[in-house]
């Protein structure tokens, strides 16, 4: 009988252990399940901070200035916007070693870059960043409709020779910024790091890195053989990089409107207002975004109730019917934004060591919502230059050979450009007859359909960004508006109006392609760089230190 009762305490020792074991794994199980919930929170509410997770060794000097050791950074990215993220990824999914500092890493909340057009998916795609849209409540944007004096008229992409998956895309500027972000911070190649960047080091005339303040107000510097500057419009280094001339033609004023039908889904849509355009196109599946073109760099003041006043009596009124509710309600809530329209022709003054990205080195007016689609094709632009070389600290001969750079992306940037100045000042309303004949030319030239509206429309959307196409619809639209006032009785007063009215297009279109570069925009060919081979001593597979 003993062995059985010397059985019977062995298993109820095991069983005690094993309740003792399964009660300790449930404890810890508890405990990381916490920890796991709780870091998911507060990476959540602190935006993108805890993505700073790889550190760097730093050494402080005699003046109290800390060295940031980078491990041999290859490119140093200033600003973390959709540009710098997109730059971030897609240099760091090359191999380069990238340090990006960004002043502030939470998510961004802007009424501007909400919208992607077909072009800039394309390139978003090629860049293997089209997941970035998705998760995110996009929408996908088919064309846009364009309103004038109770007419509306309806102009599609020409996406037929496309995957099913191509088209526009809108959505909150925050979310992609975020997702971008996030994508580029999961790489380990790339140090995300919250900084305000104070200035460029500089030696010998080549800039060497950036010196920087820290979240915990510490003054670092970090330094690589690639700068690139992608700051944003508002950047206070592109004085050093660039002649910068900022035009501010006018102001968005910025809405959302809540449970709002568009007359067409899917669609952005263009009223041609008094005195200038307004836009409506969809965020996410239940907010449109309404931007109020307001000309000049005052807008009415929102605080004194001015802007509201404004909104109701002036713009109401001009709206589609189904949409004034949603908008009458949405400024009575009075979360009413603005900010500036800022244009700025790409004028670079190439400095070793750096480079300007985004919209701290070219703007244009938001009417076409062009910006995100020129900053992703300049960063393809630029992942094609840099690939083949192994070596960047040849600083003169990379210097040369990025002048390349600046040729290589001017018949996308400037065909985009130029028509988003030159569409800006049709749209307006102006009280010169010959204008307000180009704008109704311009208005019924789209309406006709076919290759009149498919091929103004491929400009606008990225889809076929050549210039001498540009030029060539632009003034059919002249010739057009002309034609309309000849027909069916001509007479002297007429043909004096369609002289005007082809003199005032010339004076629309000609000084922003001047300002954009004749020979660059048109010719690129001509231009020594744009034949310029990379340093021989700095392609893979040749010799040359890493």
């Not at 020792?13 to 449930?26: D, F, K, Q, S, Y």
């Not at 000097?61 to 950074?73: E, K, L, Y």
């Not at 600046?406 to 049709?426: D, E, F, H």
Request: proline residues 7%; contains cysteine; charged residues 20%.
């Amino acid at each position: 009988m003993p062995q059985p009762a010397n059985g019977l305490i062995l298993w109820s020792t095991m069983e005690n252990h094993t309740v003792a074991i399964a009660v300790g794994i449930g404890f810890v199980s508890v405990v990381l399940s916490y920890y796991i919930v709780f870091s998911r929170w507060k990476h959540r509410s602190n935006g993108l901070r805890g993505i700073q997770s790889k550190s760097f060794e730093k050494s402080t000097d005699d003046n109290g200035i800390t060295t940031v050791a980078a491990g041999g950074t290859d490119v140093i990215i200033v600003g973390a916007g959709v540009a710098g993220s997109a730059l971030a990824y897609t240099l760091g999914k090359d191999g380069r070693r990238i340090h990006a500092i960004e002043r502030d890493l939470s998510e961004p909340d802007r009424i501007v870059g909400e919208l992607l057009q077909p072009g800039g998916y394309l390139k978003l795609v090629e860049l293997g960043l089209q997941d970035c849209v998705e998760g995110i409540d996009a929408q996908r944007i088919l064309g846009y409709a364009l309103f004038k004096e109770g007419k509306d008229t309806k102009v599609a992409y020409p996406l037929e020779n496309h995957h099913a998956d191509i088209a526009g895309r809108s959505f909150h500027n925050g979310r992609f910024i975020q997702r971008m972000r996030e994508k580029a911070a999961s790489l380990p190649t790339v140090h995300l790091e919250q900084g305000t960047v104070l200035s460029l080091i500089e030696k010998d005339g080549v800039v060497k890195g950036v010196k920087y303040k820290s979240t915990a107000g510490t003054e670092l510097e970090t330094f690589a053989p690639l700068t690139v500057v992608c700051d944003g419009c508002f950047s206070n280094l592109r004085r050093s990089l660039c002649n910068p001339k900022v035009d501010v033609p006018s102001c968005f004023v910025g809405l959302v409107l809540e449970d709002c039908t568009l007359p067409h889904p899917n669609h952005g849509h263009v009223i041609l207002a008094d005195p200038s355009p307004i836009l409506l196109y969809p965020i996410s599946s239940t907010e449109v975004r309404c931007l109020v073109d307001v000309p000049g760099k005052r807008v009415p003041s929102v605080a004194n109730g001015d802007m509201a006043k404004y909104l109701q009596t002036v713009v109401a009124p001009q709206l589609p019917m189904q949409i004034q509710g949603p908008f009458l309600v949405a400024v009575e809530k009075g979360n009413i934004r603005t900010m500036p329209n800022k244009s700025m022709p790409a004028s670079p003054l190439p400095r070793p060591g750096a480079l300007l990205l985004g919209d701290a080195f070219n703007m244009r007016h938001p009417l076409t919502g062009g910006g995100m689609t020129v900053a992703l094709a300049d960063i393809a632009v630029l992942q094609r230059l840099l690939k083949p070389l192994h070596n960047l600290h040849d600083v003169s001969s990379l210097c040369e050979y990025m002048e390349a750079f600046y040729t290589l992306r001017k018949p996308v940037a400037s065909t985009i450009n130029t028509l988003a100045g030159a569409l800006y000042k049709v749209f307006c309303a102006s009280p010169d007859q010959a204008m307000k004949e180009m704008r109704q030319a311009c208005f019924d030239y789209l309406s006709l359909g076919g290759v009149f509206s498919s091929g103004p429309v491929a400009l606008l959307s990225g889809l076929n960004p050549r210039p001498l196409s540009l030029v060539v619809h632009f003034f059919a639209v002249a010739v057009y508006g002309v034609a309309r006032l000849l027909y069916p009785f001509p007479s002297p007063k007429r043909f004096w109006l369609g002289a005007r009215l082809i003199s005032g297009a010339s004076n629309i279109i000609f000084p922003i392609i001047k300002a954009e570069g004749i020979r660059q925009m048109f010719f690129p060919s001509t231009v020594p760089a744009y034949y310029r081979a990379p340093p021989v001593h700095s392609i893979k597979g040749e010799s040359g230190s890493e």
